[in-house]
């Protein structure tokens, strides 16, 4: 049994919680929070809670700990964990600075830990479908690709730190980044890259940004924004192949070639599991949350999500975002 503590109990922290109720040989044990509604969540579901990590480690017998709280906190929370011995999954990012990633990563060699960045589109069919695409090139060779991610201007953050460049590293590192990382686990570091954003002159931060990522033989290019208007939020991308396109219409995926009917693959989860925030029922965390436990047990990092693919991106947004790249 690997016996779970959450930290930070508010929305994404229930959602692990439902998901992790649905696999089995696991257990949440605790959680730490210091809000009175997440109090209030954790007494219903009959889960100890604790003012703070160390509290939690000394009363419970934990194995992981499930870091669900705000980025800034993250290197905080992480570290401290990591202290007492306990592998550790994050939500993403893991860090704003790719130094402080590298340091987190470190000390879970140190501890004899593993740490695993809950970038959750990894594991939809969706993506699975684009991966087997790039990696067979049962189309061809991947020729040119499109993702965007974008939304009117989110209103759920508490205390406005979505909206602090240093708490959350903003549009590229909260939006973005999925799509960042999806881009890096298929076609690898970019040659260069470079960007454009704009903005309204009220605002202290850019609302929209286009992305241009330049390989060897394709370019990407991205989107991301919060717009000022009450556009949904609508994530989509295209991949274009020797041989055929795929495009992932935010309903659909599906694969045009020449002379043949278009063809839409079985993207249908077979578990799905109520969030509880503004998503419908799912099974990308299930699935995410699934694969990080049986790695737990193995003893195995993850390959979904490996160091490799999480610094890469970390050290492009951090140029982006701050205009300073590490040098590790």
Known sequence: MVRIGIVGFGGMGQVH?????????????????????????????????????????????????????PTFLHKAHVMESLSFGKHVIVEKPIALHKEDAIEMYRMAKEKN??????????????????????????????????????SGRPGWSQGGWLFDKEKSGLIPFDLHIHDLDIIVSLFGEPESYDYTSSGGKEKNFKEQYR?????????????????????????????YFEN????????????YQKDKEPYVFDTKEEV??????????????????????SCIKQGEASEKVSQKQVLTAIGILEEITFGAQSNS
């Open 113 to 150: 830990c593993l740490i695993f960045v809950a970038y959750v589109l990894q594991f939809t069919k969706e993506i699975a479908i684009l991966h087997d695409a790039v990696k067979s090139e049962k189309y061809g060779k991947p020729l040119d690709g499109y993702f965007e991610r974008i």
């Open 272 to 293: 799905q599991v109520s969030t509880g925030i503004n998503l419908p029922p799912t099974g990308m965390f299930y699935n995410e949350l699934s694969h990080f436990i």
């Open 211 to 239: 992305f241009t990522y330049k390989f060897k033989e394709l370019n990407v290019v991205a989107e991301a924004a919060w717009y000022n208007a009450d556009f949904p939020f609508t994530a989509r991308w295209r991949v």
């Open 17 to 69: 919680y439902m998901n992790y109720k649905k696999i089995e040989d696991c257990q949440v044990v605790a959680t730490v929070n210091t809000s009175e509604a997440g109090k209030l969540k954790a007494e219903e579901y009959g889960v100890a809670y604790y003012e703070d990590i160390r509290q939690m480690v000394e009363n419970e017998d934990i194995d992981v700990i499930d870091i669900c709280t």
């Open 244 to 255: 055929g396109l795929i495009v992932n219409d935010g309903k659909n995926v599906t694969l």
